[in-house]
């Protein structure tokens, strides 16, 4: 065989067995290997593999000898399953071509048929694991509360709707940056909550605040735990949410399965023993590197000792019945002991073979630890996911997009009074509103037309005599498609009452006010009315105080005892002369005298004018 080109191989032996040969040459896989099928010997020219060479366009013939005379030879399988004939074509081919005999044929058959079962299921656990996380994805879009999820480095690696909702940033001003938003005063205990994620602490309800994008502090309490990988290495803290990271695993796994087929046994990525006896007399390199030993550790030692004490049973009874050739399953799993006593997974695949002209059990094996591990923490995150989706205390449904029912929480069905089989294949716009078709308001309807989730606020259902604010959530297939909906529902009935209780208490406080107000209002006017009076007077007052000091200015003050004679009525002064009444006044007064006369004197002194007065 020349550098660079394909092997040119041709078969002897034509049966069914050839026939599934041929079929696993020309698949796409193994056309890697670069082996190009040149001739196809057999004494049988109706056998299947014998026509299917022929349908192909291949040489056949039915002397195997012929095939030597083909150009170029590099290699001949022999798949009649006779020793002797295997034996001639080694003594009789040429020294440059290579031989396959049936037990090494059987082996490389073995091997593709295990690598292809093992990616079928890879591929299964592949796809379960993208429908779990699409299952999380889709509840943490519609999760009322703000997500956030960091690398070890402190980088955001995810935010959900509700967190730019709250903090005003969206996912892509921060994805793969570190968020500065904690105030100086609260590094203290956000250090602390660094701290404990990166110990692998889970912890909730843990006070701080928070900056929003517009500078806005807000008191925040936060949740947290550490996400890992299927290793259990740490990578990354989850603040509500926790973030699979397995895609990358898968698809190197994926590689990795596919070398597989790129060599044969000693190069091969499987571990290929034979068992006789109940001895490994033959094991390659791989078989050696899954239990940890070397090769020649290996060589003689019990097959039990390579297999969990509580599989023993098992592998031991299908060992015995394949050598006898009884009927057993072509491949299971078990649990294998490697050098250190740790315990592993393995896939077994044997066949019965005669190997140094005894039975015995060529074996092909494939370590799945690392799967069953991977379909563990995918039965683990499906426990996870139930336990979130039955804890929620807000309602929480999945219905598709015909509006049937296909899950709904614990929550729910005990609003509702049902138990699970009664729910599930309901219509939600029947169970919930009492409705014989999807309402206006529905917001499975706005999210059908516009593909994003769509909100109905404070929707008050009747059936159940409570408000509820419903948000409904998108759910995609790989093509883009909406496929059904996640529906939450919140009770906001005390809030509604709360606040239709505050409306009556501002209604009355309003209207106490506005009487309050008239009161005041008249008992104003009337304390104005009695100061302006009050004012009135006391202007009043101060005039008549005014003309009274004006008054008494302008007299003269008489004071002390008085000298007045007893007949003529005349005063004595402080000089001693004797003064005429009127006079000693007026001097000492500012009295001035007009005279006239009284009734008694003029009666005395002018009688006759008091009678000419009565005559009158």
Not at 177 to 185: A, F, G, N, R, S
Request: overall charge neutral.
């Amino acid at each position: 065989m020349r550098k660079g080109e394909a092997l040119n191989v041709a078969i002897v032996g034509g049966g069914p067995g050839c026939k599934g040969f041929l079929d696993m040459m020309f698949t796409e896989k193994l056309s890697r290997l670069r082996m190009k099928l040149i001739g196809l010997a057999c004494t049988r020219p109706t056998a299947v593999g014998y026509r299917y060479a022929q349908e192909k366009g291949i040489h056949t013939t039915r002397d195997y000898r012929d095939l030597y005379r083909l150009e170029d030879l590099d290699m001949i399988i022999e798949l009649t399953g006779r020793d002797d004939v295997a034996n001639e074509i080694a003594r009789t081919k040429a020294e440059h071509v290579r031989l396959m005999d049936h037990v090494a044929a059987r082996l490389f058959w073995d091997i593709f048929q295990l690598g292809e079962e093992n990616i079928r299921e890879r591929k299964r656990a592949e796809e379960e694991l993208r429908d779990s996380e699409e299952r999380y994805r889709t509840v943490l879009e519609a999760s009322p509360d703000p997500v956030v999820a960091y690398d070890m480095d402190g980088k955001v690696t995810y935010t959900n709707p509700s967190f730019t909702k709250v903090f005003g940033w969206d996912a892509a001003e921060l994805s793969g940056k570190k968020m500065d938003y904690v105030p100086h005063e609260n590094w203290p205990e956000t250090k602390g909550m660094i701290d404990r994620v990166l110990a692998g602490e889970t912890f909730s309800g843990v006070t701080s605040r928070r900056y929003t994008k517009e500078g806005k502090i807000l008191d925040v309490s936060i949740s947290a735990a550490t996400h890992v990988n299927h290793e259990g290495v740490p990578v990354g803290s989850v603040h509500v949410v926790r973030d699979i990271t397995e895609q990358r695993r898968t698809e190197e796994a994926v590689r990795e399965s596919e070398k597989k087929y790129s060599s044969l046994v000693e190069n091969s990525l499987t571990g290929i023993y034979i068992d006789q006896d109940g001895r490994i007399v033959f094991a390659n390199t791989r078989f050696a590197e899954i239990y940890g030993y070397s090769r020649d550790e290996l060589m003689d030692i019990e097959s039990w000792r390579l297999v969990y004490p509580e599989d023993r049973v098992l592998t031991d009874e299908i060992r015995t019945k394949r050598v006898k050739g009884e009927e057993v399953p072509l491949e299971y799993e078990a649990r294998g002991l490697t050098k250190e006593g740790e315990t592993i997974w393995i896939t077994r695949r044997n066949t019965r073979v005669s190997y140094g002209g005894k039975p015995a059990i060529l074996g092909n094996i494939v370590e799945i630890t690392e799967r069953k591990q991977a379909e563990k923490a995918l039965r683990e995150s499906e426990e996870d996911w139930r336990k979130s989706f039955n804890s929620l205390e807000d309602i929480m449904l999945i219905v598709d997009k015909d509006y049937t029912i296909k899950r709904m929480n614990d929550t729910a069905l005990k609003l509702f009074g049902k138990i699970k089989e009664e729910v599930i294949g309901e219509k939600c716009y029947r169970l919930i509103h009492s409705m014989d078709k999807p309402g206006e308001f529905c917001p499975f309807r706005k999210t059908l037309k516009t593909g994003k989730p769509a909100l109905a606020v404070d929707r008050y259902e009747k059936a159940l005599d409570k408000y509820f604010s419903i948000k409904s959530s998108p759910i995609f297939n790989d093509l883009g498609e909406i496929t059904g909906f996640v529906d939450l529902m919140r009770d906001v009935t005390e809030r509604k009452q709360a606040e239709e209780a505050l409306q009556r208490a501002h209604e009355k406080l309003e209207i106490r006010v506005q009487e309050r107000t008239a009161g005041l209002t008249k008992a104003n006017k009337a304390l104005h009315a009695e100061i302006m009076e009050r004012k009135r007077m006391e202007e009043e007052r101060e005039r008549l105080i005014c003309e009274l000091r004006e008054a008494l200015a302008k007299v003269k003050t008489l004071s002390g005892l008085l000298p007045i004679c007893a007949s003529c009525k005349k005063i004595r002064d402080d000089k001693g002369y004797w003064n005429q009444i009127e006079a000693f006044i007026r001097d000492h007064s500012e009295a001035e005298f007009s005279h006239s006369i009284c009734p008694e004197c003029r009666k005395k002194l002018y009688p006759e004018l008091n009678d000419s007065h009565h005559n009158h």
